[in-house]
């Protein structure tokens, strides 16, 4: 790609200084800084590349294709966020490292406002079929005090890769939420997670399907935990030995401490609370958590969908 000559780049410079000082005036700083930094960057990318106009056609196409395939169900703008990493980063931005903390992931769009009540030990698959996976843990904060009461939402896909929500008939399964008892203790039955792709019917799968990238994620299981003065925690745990995490989380959501020995026990071995699995195999697993404070000035509150 040839270098523009010096006038060239003395118009395009001209024109950002020009686009910028538009956003002077702006009353709100943050809204300034924003805008300003956003234009930058974008004059930058069409600079950098030579955009062509055809190829901003194409971009503008695209992006309509993201906007007319979303509604309440169904939110391509995310996954495109989450297929560029743009999801992981600002986790990342908000969810700084606070001491020996469990660390963050991304939401992801299966999470649902209201998940049965299950007891500790309890059940969440439900009716969705796979194998038995006993998971129990202690959640304490960075001091290594117990958390009492801590509300953990849990929410998976069923062995072939669907969340109940992707069923269309109103089905709850393979979620739940818990408490943590008086020494911060839970333990509940889920299923042990496999690997599926995330929705690539639409521009972003093809997208992925035009760089060469899978839709699959790796294998997981997702967490809520919140609890009072805590930083509410959104993360997942990944299921060790699970060849996707060499391939590739298609949202980036893999993090070393969050990879997970899921244990398979034979058929017949007695399980933790005696719950009868019948002539199946189960699996066990370990997730201890730790919450930072609240109060820390890095944290942050409720999530957004990621
Ligand atoms: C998921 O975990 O299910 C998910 C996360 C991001 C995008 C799509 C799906
Ligand atoms: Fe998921």
Redesign the pocket.
């Known amino acids: 790609m040839d270098t523009p000559s010096s006038t060239q780049q003395q118009i395009e410079q001209a024109l950002l200084d020009e686009v910028v000082a538009s956003f002077d005036n702006t009353p709100d700083p943050r809204l300034r800084q924003l805008m300003q930094s956003l234009v930058t960057h974008l004059h930058s990318f069409i600079r950098d590349v030579r955009l062509t106009e055809e190829e901003w056609n194409h971009a503008i196409d695209f992006l309509t294709r993201v906007g007319h395939i979303t509604d309440d169900r169904r939110q391509e703008f995310?996954?495109l966020s989450?297929?560029l990493g743009a999801?992981m980063q600002t986790i990342a931005v908000n969810n700084q490292a606070y001491k020996d903390a469990t660390e963050a992931t991304?939401?992801?769009?299966?999470f649902v406002d209201d998940a049965p009540r299950i007891d500790l030990g309890g059940d969440i698959a439900g009716a969705a079929t796979g194998q038995p996976a006993w998971v129990e843990g202690v959640v304490t904060d960075t001091e290594g005090n117990p958390v009492p009461g801590a509300r953990i939402e849990v929410w998976e896909?069923d062995e072939d890769g669907f969340?109940d929500v992707q069923y269309d008939d109103g089905r709850t399964h393979g979620r739940a939420h818990l408490f943590t008892d008086d020494q911060g203790r839970y333990r509940f039955w889920g299923l042990t997670p496999v690997p599926?792709p995330?929705?690539h019917d639409g521009p972003v799968g093809q997208m992925l399907q035009a760089v060469g990238r899978s839709p699959l994620?790796a294998a997981?299981l997702?967490f809520m935990v919140t609890a009072e003065g805590m930083r509410t925690l959104v993360t997942?745990i990944f299921v060790e030995g699970d060849p996707q995490i060499e391939i590739g989380d298609?949202?980036f959501?893999v993090k070393e401490s969050l990879i997970k020995r899921f244990e398979e026990h034979p058929a017949g071995t007695p399980t933790p609370n005696g719950r009868d699995v019948g002539d199946r195999t189960w699996t066990s697993c370990r997730f201890d958590i730790v919450l930072a404070p609240a109060t820390n000035p890095d944290t942050t509150d409720t999530p957004e969908e990621?």
């Open positions: 995310v996954l989450d297929t999801s991304v939401f992801g769009p299966f896909s969340y599926y995330i929705p994620r997981h997702h997942h298609s949202v959501g990621m």
